[in-house]
């Protein structure tokens, strides 16, 4: 199968994306809007960023007429916001939060998700996940022309993780069961991982592929 990307529209587009790349972790975004309104919802297209300083980006896809969605919105106006991380666990609650709430509606409020107070920012976490982080808006880079998306960096200023899921100075997967995104409305469990010991380079190694 060969595809033209100029050849095909959105829709299909979207489909190849997802479906290609996969599992996608997923960012439970808490934010802020200016009348103090409390907004959750999650993203997929969220990855690490940078170590040093430590960075995470999230691609929040805009609505139809390049309108942004209201965590951008809300990150732009605020500058921080905290990634909630997903889980076996919580994952019900975080498809919920997926749903056009209005602007003026918390997701918070109307799911009556518990919170917690945030140690760096104003921006509350929440509650049914085990790990947090605090974040800073460090740049927002728009996509496209017109644009349809809003690409944004945080860096990260605070870490909150559960003591149960913190062994020898390493995340405990297995404890975690973090929860990724498929294609469709399919999600996926780390089900069984395994290891590949990075290789040293050397000229004279005798058993590459």
Not at 40 to 63: D, Q
Not at 160 to 175: F, K, M, P, T
Request: glycine letters at 4%; proline letters at 8%; hydrophobic letters at 40%.
């Amino acid at each position: 199968m060969e595809i033209a990307i100029s050849a095909i529209e959105r829709q299909e587009k979207y489909k190849l994306l997802i479906g290609c790349i996969v599992p996608r972790p997923i960012a439970w975004v808490t934010s802020l809007g200016h009348e103090g309104v409390l907004n959750a919802a999650p993203f997929s297209y969220f990855n690490v960023a940078s170590i040093e300083p430590m960075m995470v980006s999230i691609a929040v896809m805009r609505k139809p007429g390049s309108v942004m969605k209201d965590t951008a919105r809300n990150i732009l106006e605020s500058g921080e916001f905290v990634v909630n991380m997903v889980d076996a666990y919580n994952v019900d609650a975080v498809n919920e939060t997926s749903a056009d709430y209005p602007p003026e509606i918390s997701e918070v409020e109307a799911l009556q998700l518990s919170t917690m107070p945030s140690a760096s920012i104003r921006t509350p976490r929440l509650a049914a996940s085990r790990i947090h982080f605090e974040c800073r808006l460090h740049q927002i880079v728009t996509l496209g022309d017109p644009v349809t998306s809003d690409l944004v960096i945080g860096e990260v200023v605070h870490v909150h993780v559960d003591d149960s899921l913190y062994q020898d100075g390493r995340i405990d997967i297995a404890a975690f069961a973090p929860v990724s995104r498929l294609a469709g409305h399919s999600y996926a469990r780390v089900a069984e991982p395994f290891d590949r010991p990075r290789p040293v380079y050397s000229p004279d190694r005798k058993d590459r592929p």
